[in-house]
């Protein structure tokens, strides 16, 4: 079974400033594609960005991008230039055959103006 | 386009009853997925209807079961509710070959079990 795991139960950041989530997973697949998705107190899941396993260039979404490693199977978030806006709840997400989306425990991150 | 709703947003039940949590996807989406998110628990995968079917179950005991109607709504049913069942049920939805799109989700109902 495919697990993701996020080491990293809450961080905090200045604002303007930058940082890195971290996101680790096992999976014994090629083929797969993995997400980072943001939940504000507001409760609603909502997609930060997606990398396509079989693509090696990194995934960046305005101040979002991210690092995959795919022998190492990390895919870590850095978020740049933070906005209070940003302080929620990140989770790392991952999918292959059954479109069935498996989670990491998330990571609480701060924003500090 | 209206998001992924979710009903109700807040529900209270008493330990042993039956609690009915409803979904209706974003047009067009064929496929429901629900997700339990315990406190300190993460996310939990429960349920994928598809086409009205039960397409893959997560590891929860069959008093969690479900079904998805001709217009793709959802129900979730929880038979027999514990404490344990305390948690915000989220709902997903997706149309076709979701994986490169991830799903959209609702904001959730909170059940509170008592």
């Known amino acids: 079974a495919q697990t993701v795991t996020q080491s990293q139960p809450e961080m905090s950041v200045q604002e303007a400033e930058t940082v890195t989530l971290s996101c680790t997973y096992d999976?014994?697949?090629?083929?797969?594609?993995l997400f980072w998705y943001k939940q504000p107190p507001s409760r609603q899941m909502i997609l930060v960005i997606r990398?396509?396993?079989?693509?090696?260039q990194n995934a960046t979404e305005n101040r979002f991008s991210v690092n995959f490693q795919k022998a190492a199977k990390s895919f870590s978030l850095k978020i740049s230039d933070s906005q209070l806006g940003d302080a929620a709840m990140y989770f790392c997400a991952y999918t292959n055959a059954g479109n069935m989306l498996t989670f990491g425990g998330g990571t609480r991150l701060m924003v500090k103006p | 386009e209206a998001g992924v709703t979710q009903s109700p947003t807040h529900l209270i039940k008493t330990r042993g009853q039956q609690a009915t949590l409803r979904c209706s996807p974003i047009s067009g989406h064929t496929s429901v997925y629900w997700y339990q998110q315990a406190l300190g628990l993460g996310l939990q995968f429960l349920l994928w209807?598809?086409?009205?079917?039960?397409?893959n179950r997560g590891n929860f005991p069959p008093r969690f079961s479900g079904r998805q109607f001709p217009n793709y709504s959802s129900e979730l049913n929880v038979n027999a509710l514990e404490l344990e069942d305390s948690a915000l049920y989220l709902c997903?939805?997706?149309?076709?070959?979701?994986?490169?799109?991830?799903?959209?989700f609702g904001s959730g109902t909170r059940l509170t079990v008592v």
């Open positions: 999976t014994s697949e090629s083929d797969y594609y």
């Open positions: 209807y598809d086409e009205g079917e039960e397409r």
């Open positions: 990398q396509e396993a079989y693509k090696q």
């Open positions: 997903a939805s997706s149309w076709g070959e979701t994986r490169a799109d991830g799903y959209t």
